[in-house]
């Protein structure tokens, strides 16, 4: 009978962890899905990049109120949760506080838990108000309502939660050590929830323990759905920045990258003496691509799934982006969450079927519109100010490489331009002939 407890503890935390597990499986087997990108070269400045932007933060700050409230938000977070494997060593030995023989150390550490507990709540209830409040236009963009709205504030009524359970146990621990409590030793340092201590005035020392245990066993199991809730939601970026920034695109920003197949028969045009008759060369061997740019996430590469997977629907880039200012129908936070949404339902028909089954759609047209992508303007502002490394712009080029190359639907201006291009070597309507009359004016 006096184990069970602790097996209770194991099982949940098997579950826990488990379900965990098998949602990771499926993201990376959904990355998967993407086609290949070479992310090996340079290793040093991709440390670099991610020490830099996930770790540290660095974009986050360009933004200084959002900026320091995430970073302590974060950070405290982060690090309160270390006290976790104290509680998991609890859980499964049936120990009470197993890391106070650190003694002095112990007691910094628990303070100093405490403040982070204490400055994370409050930032959470100033994120909340910047939302629901202030109500700052980027969250209440067209493409923030429903799901993605409720998220945003799930994950901070859960982190006060989590907080408030965090307090609370500590204070009813303290008010059991001064007691003298059986179990209850003294051990650690409660600058914050010493302040709690008079709510408890004339509870018995039973209620005391049934308080404790209550607001320890639903904070471990608070971080293990919090854990779960991750795939769920946007906040996988806690996870997925890491990898997002590591991997992220090294070339200056406005270089795209080019078509290998069509980088080849631009040059075989160029070159007067090849034949076009000739059989391919070795390395030229692979042929034409299946299909010219994308229409659908298994089109893009496994970086650009990363990145739709990774985005934090801040929508720093969609108030940025001068094409969304002009009041066009383009937001690049929508690309990214439209790219993740249409990758999770792939993944679902394929945990359903066993393999995809096609399901008549796509993400051209079902779900981004061929109106939104031509209302880019390819001016990069949107790369530049995400905080994790995000290309939405990648996407929506790769896209319109579709909508050009496989179906020549581009709009008619740009038609004529390309025209252009093609008969009189310039974009605008006359012979190359004509070229230098403005001389005889
Ligand atoms: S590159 Fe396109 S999507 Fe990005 S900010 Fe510029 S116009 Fe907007
Ligand atoms: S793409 Fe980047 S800037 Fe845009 S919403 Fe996602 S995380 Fe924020």
Redesign the pocket.
Known sequence: MQYIPNILFILVLIAGIGYFTKNVRKVIRNIRLGKDVDRSDNKGERFKNMAMIALGQSKMVRRPVAGILHIVVYLGFIIINIEVLEIIIDGIFGTHRIFAFLGGLYDFLIGAFEILAFLVFVGVVLFWIRRNVIKLKRFWNPEMKGWPKNDGNFILYFEMVLMTLFLVMNASDLQLQTLGADHYSKAGAYPVSQFLLPLFDGMSETALIVLERTCWWLHIIGILVFLNYLYFSKHLHILLAFPNTYYGDLNPKGELDNLEAVTKEVQLMMDPSADPFAAPADDQQEGEPEKFGASDVADLNWVQLLNAYTCTECGR?TS?????QTGKK?S?RKIMMDTRDRLKEVGDNIDKNGSFVDDGKQLLNDYITPEELWA???????VETCPVSIS??SI?IDMRRYLVMEQSAAPSDLNNMMTNIENNGAPWPFNQMDRLNWSNE
């Open positions: 880039c940025e982006c001068p094409a969304n383009l690049p880019c303007t390819s001016c990069n502002a949107c939405p712009l929506i």
